[in-house]
């Protein structure tokens, strides 16, 4: 049986969405999209903006979020490539249902609702694809509303830096993500999660330099923050 890799350079690599697509249907994916570029600081789209495309991000992050009418954020998650977003509002043809902000430089491609909903009738797998993913939005959902109730603050603040860190392996790992930010995700005040990183660092986890934090010992943040040894 003859294997087809995708062609070299494919800007939709790594994207589970489009793993299961012949070349030639990935290429009119790709052709059919929108490049898109976002400063950081700049967003993407805000809550209640009509859902009009699906956003494959290439370089950079975006941080998910809801406003509290108070003003108040809650960073619902990271989305960092090869991920999408957007797909809640596509599937459903409604209003966003959260706001996007780059919090670093971004690429993106931008696949219109029509688009993206003629390719999902012609390819069934990829419905599958966006049914896993938002499976994994209701269970990471499902997973920030327990640790509110069984995690203290340190805690969270521990698990949101080994979130941060991803699959990284390296004795250090960058996270540009400044204190405010942290606060926002981890569902604190920012002295709260200051004393907190201030508690980490002396006890060697971590540094932080400027508006970033260096992540030194990732499996003392995970006893922390109570998750399983990797």
Not at 111 to 126: D, K, T, W, Y
Not at 202 to 223: C, F, N, P
Request: charged content about 25%.
């Amino acid at each position: 049986m003859e294997v087809r890799l995708p062609e070299p350079g494919d800007a939709l690599t790594g994207v589970e969405m489009f793993a299961g697509l012949e070349p030639e249907v990935r290429q009119r994916v790709i052709a059919a999209a929108v490049p898109r570029t976002y400063r950081k600081g700049q967003l993407l789209f805000v809550e209640n903006d009509p859902g009009e495309s699906l956003i494959v991000l290439r370089r950079g992050a975006v941080a998910v979020f809801r406003t509290a009418p108070t003003g108040e954020r809650a960073v619902l998650s990271v989305i960092r490539p090869p991920d999408v977003l957007g797909e809640v509002s596509l599937l459903d043809a409604s209003t966003r249902s959260a706001s996007a902000e780059a919090i670093e430089d971004c690429a993106a491609l931008a696949l219109s609702r029509g688009a993206f909903m003629e390719l999902v009738h012609s390819n069934p797998r990829i419905l599958d694809a966006v049914m896993r993913s938002l499976g994994g939005l209701i269970r990471r959902l499902t997973e920030q509303n327990a640790d509110h109730v069984f995690l203290d603050l340190p805690g969270r603040v521990a698990k949101t830096l080994v979130r941060l860190a991803g699959e990284s392996q390296a004795p250090m790992i960058t996270i540009e993500l400044n204190q405010s930010q942290l606060a926002e995700m981890a569902g604190g005040s920012r002295q709260s999660v200051n004393q907190a990183i201030g508690s980490f660092a002396s006890r060697g986890w971590l540094r932080t330099e400027g508006r970033r934090i260096v992540v030194t010992d990732v499996a003392a943040l995970r006893r922390r923050a109570g998750m399983n040894e990797r």
